[in-house]
């Protein structure tokens, strides 16, 4: 495995998840990086723009376990991790694990429950593992979660913690297809109501867990110079001292930012992470972890601006 046999290997799975899902190709690139450093993400988008089809065409085209929590007012956290019973003819205890003991995660919908709901995800987010009844219980080393939600000034939604956002990579923003991508859409899918279904064969598994693992360890090998480094510190701590910004990213985010520019290089076919590699990433990896001053929002100040206004005041390395 190197770099030319990872970058070929996305390619065919960009290729398989555009057989079903049109359009989208920054959303899969994003997926992608996140796939590769063992990252999570956040969708956000309006009804109808694939965020739930791209899950589980990711899921099947690298043959992970699936597995999917509808989050709703009522759920409760047990209805996620599990729950443990007593067993009257053993007089023990019998774990029942919840759909979180899988390998891809799909959180649909996630800012329509209730914070306390929606923190039952941080253990096994950061630590991909689960604390039962006292118990802890491992997950996969794969385990990853796209979470999906809704904008949220529409009705019932819940905003997410920011203990639980910063657990995401990602926060990104679907948008609608272009006309002629939704011209593509109504012709190859019109003909019934029914979405394909990834998982009977529309989707094709062409990266096995071995295959995974040894792209997972190449694309920790890529090298991050000591000015790159610095590069990633620099904006990080800028965004706690910006007058827009009332509160800045945290560590984890600056090494989180370095892995996800190790993974964005290497699919860009290079064993090394360039300033334009970190540039890219910006926006979707810090647009979840700050919260405008007061008089940014009362401006109409957007986070997506002032962070395009910290990149470009921020030194570059050559």
Request: net charge negative; proline share 6%.
């Amino acid at each position: 495995m190197d770099i030319a046999d990872l970058r070929s290997l996305s390619q065919t799975l960009r290729v398989q998840i555009g057989t079903v899902v049109i359009g989208q190709a920054e959303t899969v690139d994003l997926m992608l990086v996140a796939l590769f450093c063992n990252g999570h993400m956040l969708l956000e988008g309006p009804p109808g723009t694939a965020k739930t089809l791209l899950a589980q065409c990711l899921a099947a085209s690298l043959g992970l376990t699936f597995g999917r929590v509808q989050f709703t007012p009522d759920l409760l956290p047990g209805d996620i991790l599990g729950t443990a019973q007593f067993n009257f003819q053993t007089s023990s205890f019998v774990v029942n694990r919840g759909p979180i003991f899988c390998e891809l995660l799909l959180a649909d919908e996630i800012n329509r429950t209730p914070p306390k709901t929606q923190a039952a995800l941080l253990e096994a987010m950061q630590e991909r593992q689960v604390t039962l009844d006292g118990k802890t219980h491992p997950l996969s080393e794969r385990f990853m979660v796209i979470a999906t939600e809704n904008p949220i000034e529409q009705q019932g939604t819940y905003p997410l913690p920011e203990a639980q956002l910063d657990r995401f990579l990602f926060k990104h923003t679907l948008a609608y297809p272009s006309a002629e991508e939704e011209l593509a859409i109504v012709t190859t899918q019109g003909a019934t109501v029914r979405m394909p279904d990834p998982f009977s064969g529309a989707i094709t598994q062409v990266i096995d867990a071995a295959t995974l693992a040894a792209c997972v360890r190449l694309v920790e090998s890529v090298t991050l110079t000591a000015p790159i480094a610095q590069y990633i510190v620099s904006i990080i701590r800028t965004t706690r001292t910006a007058p827009d910004i009332a509160i800045g990213a945290s560590p984890r985010s600056g090494a989180m930012l370095a892995a996800a520019s190790r993974a964005h290089a290497a699919l860009d076919g290079r064993s090394y992470v360039i300033p334009d590699d970190v540039k890219a990433l910006l926006l979707p990896a810090l647009r979840h972890r700050i919260v405008l001053s007061a008089t940014a929002e009362i401006d109409g100040r957007k986070v997506d601006d002032v962070l395009r206004t910290l990149i470009e005041t921020t030194e570059v390395p050559r």
